[in-house]
């Protein structure tokens, strides 16, 4: 298993490119069993999330090859000869479920493992089988497995409301109902911008939705989807996760290929913590020019609101503030494991079920700690960049799932940071 040491050694200078976000992918690519024509995706990220998915969406029949460096991921699902998500694969990542509603609508059966509960939450799937079920699917637990078949051999279009907007219930929802008889319409619908790209790469393989980005999504069932090419959307999550560099660590960073727009609510807290946030013509220029960031106070909500996977980064960030700042966890109920590790580098935390308290100290100090999740990993290593000393972080493995050449890119703006391998 392999560590990252980072040493905190001054301000951050230069440019950082994004690539294509993690989260969009990983619903992109099974939009493939949609169609028996290929599906082509663009910028796509080098991660081991989306060697996962491959894996999952090659045990299913379909011809998934990365090409250009893993950039390009070519898929054909002109073939599907099995519809059975094994347990093996379906347990290394929650993000496998999204086969499932692609399954039902082509084939009229699924049989996915549930996915299980996983480190930062209990994380269920009854919203994602109540939505599917509204289009007229039967779905049964039986040893682990839900067996969904579509009741009179397809699927019908309904009116849906979720109960709560969450992200992966809508695209499970959305992708079945592109091929479902009639009309659907799911209300309170999520509005992430990996909705809005899901369904972007959908308008392009021929499927009739609106709404996308707002709380009602209407599909009007088609009888088959076509092929497309589609360029897989910016991380904004990798994105707000450098623009927390320069900002922890001091200096400047251009995020390339970075919006606004992506990370709004986040840009406005750095903003109130005293961070410049500046849209250039190639990315967002954050800098922290002088002083010590302001404490800041967060809630995570769904999409426009701050988003839960930047919460553990800016947690790092609140360690160093001035002043008290208070981060509401909202979205899951246990995503505050980097606390603990946090304080093991001298941070000031104290957490009380969905909140935690961080009171600013000056200056952090390196010690070895653990990662135990994708962004926790990444927040310990941005509190290594502004730690006085050595941080060695294990486990890194969390972040292989979500973050390509995390050194290489924090190396290339001035950062002390290295790979090594653990005995
Ligand atoms: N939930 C239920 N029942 C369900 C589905 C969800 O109670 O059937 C609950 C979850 O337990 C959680 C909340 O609803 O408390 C939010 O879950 P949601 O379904 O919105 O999340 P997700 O689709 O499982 C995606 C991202 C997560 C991100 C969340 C929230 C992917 C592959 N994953 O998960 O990303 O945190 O949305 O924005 O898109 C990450 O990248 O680090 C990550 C965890």
């Known amino acids: 298993m392999d560590s990252i040491i980072v040493t905190g050694n001054g301000p951050l200078k230069g440019q950082i490119p994004i690539a294509g976000a993690k989260n969009a992918c990983l619903t992109l690519m099974p939009a493939t069993l949609l169609s028996e024509e290929p599906l082509t995706l663009t910028n796509a990220p080098r991660l081991s999330d989306i060697k996962t998915m491959t894996t999952l969406l090659q ?12 950039q390009v991921i070519a898929m054909s699902s002109h073939d599907l000869d099995n519809h059975t998500a094994h347990y093996d694969i379906v347990r290394k990542m929650r993000a496998s479920n999204l086969v499932l509603g692609p399954m039902l609508a082509r084939l009229g059966q699924a049989i996915v493992s549930l996915p299980g509960g996983c480190a930062i939450g209990a994380r269920p799937m009854d919203l994602h089988i109540t939505a599917l079920e509204a289009l007229g699917a039967e779905i049964e637990l039986k040893d682990g497995y839900l067996h969904a078949k579509a009741k009179g051999g397809g699927l019908k279009g309904a009116v849906h409301e979720l109960r709560f907007a969450s992200v992966g219930a809508t695209e499970n929802f959305v992708m079945a109902a592109t091929l479902a008889k009639g009309t659907s319409v799911l209300k309170n619908a999520a509005r992430e911008p990996e909705i809005v790209d899901l369904v972007r790469c959908l308008q392009k393989m021929g499927a009739q939705i609106d709404g996308e980005g707002t709380d009602t999504i209407t599909i009007q069932g088609v009888d088959r989807l076509h092929g497309a090419t589609h360029p897989v959307v910016t991380d904004r999550i990798e994105l707000g996760t450098y623009m927390i560099a320069p900002a922890i660590a001091g200096g400047e960073v251009e995020c390339l290929g970075g919006k606004l727009e992506l990370v709004q609510a986040f840009a406005e807290k750095l903003d109130a913590a005293g961070i410049s946030v500046e849209e250039t013509d190639k990315g967002l220029k954050v800098a922290r020019r002088n002083g010590r960031v302001r404490a800041v106070d967060v809630k ?6 701050f988003p839960t996977d930047l919460q553990a980064q800016m947690m790092a960030l609140m360690c160093t503030a001035e002043g008290t700042a208070t981060l509401d966890e909202t979205i899951f109920e246990n995503r505050f494991m980097h606390a603990p590790e946090l304080s093991r580098m001298g941070a000031e935390i104290e957490v009380h079920g969905g909140q935690a308290k961080v009171h600013g100290v000056e200056r952090l100090k ?23 000393g050595e941080t060695r972080v294990s486990r890194v493995y969390h972040l292989d799932r979500g973050y390509e050449n995390v050194v290489s890119k924090l190396r290339s703006v001035g950062a002390k940071i290295e790979r090594v391998k653990e005995e």
């Open 300 to 305: 995570t909500e769904v999409f426009p609101g």
């Open 59 to 70: 045990s299913l029949g379909a011809e998934v090859s990365q090409l250009q460096d893993g």
């Open 366 to 388: 390196g010690a070895p700690v653990m990662a135990t999740d994708l962004r926790a990993s990444v927040s310990l290593i941005l509190a290594g960049l502004a730690a006085e």
